[in-house]
């Protein structure tokens, strides 16, 4: 199973920008399709951005234009450039590894948006 590890979150206030980064364990990080989400408090966990293998990139409507992911396969890394943060932003982000069987998950790291 892969190890992944976010950090970068924090408080920023509206307009602000912050950048996530998640490390992956192993070997095998240019195969997994990754991805960025998160849990408000008391709503369902949401995709906010994804990236193959390839580099195609998807992001939820919410977030277009203001988000951008992106994957550094030579440090095993996968971050989230986040500009224009509103207070809806506020949530928990969790880094996600996809490939085959395997569906990692990292502890996730905070992201408040507040003045």
């Known amino acids: 199973q892969v190890q992944l590890v976010e950090s970068g979150g924090g408080l920023v206030q509206p307009g602000g920008s912050l950048r996530l980064s998640c490390a992956a364990s192993g070997s095998s990080f240019s195969s997994y399709v990754m991805g960025w989400y998160r849990q408000a408090p008391g709503k369902q966990r949401e995709l906010v951005a994804g990236i193959t293998r390839s580099g195609s990139t998807t992001y939820a409507d919410s977030v277009k234009g203001r988000f951008t992911i992106s994957r550094d396969n030579a440090k095993n890394t996968v971050y989230l450039q986040m500009n224009s943060l509103k207070p809806e932003d506020t949530a928990v982000y969790y880094c996600?590894?996809?490939?085959?069987?395997?569906?990692?998950w990292g502890q996730g790291t905070q992201v408040t948006v507040s003045s």
């Open positions: 996600n590894a996809k490939f085959g069987f395997i569906n990692g």
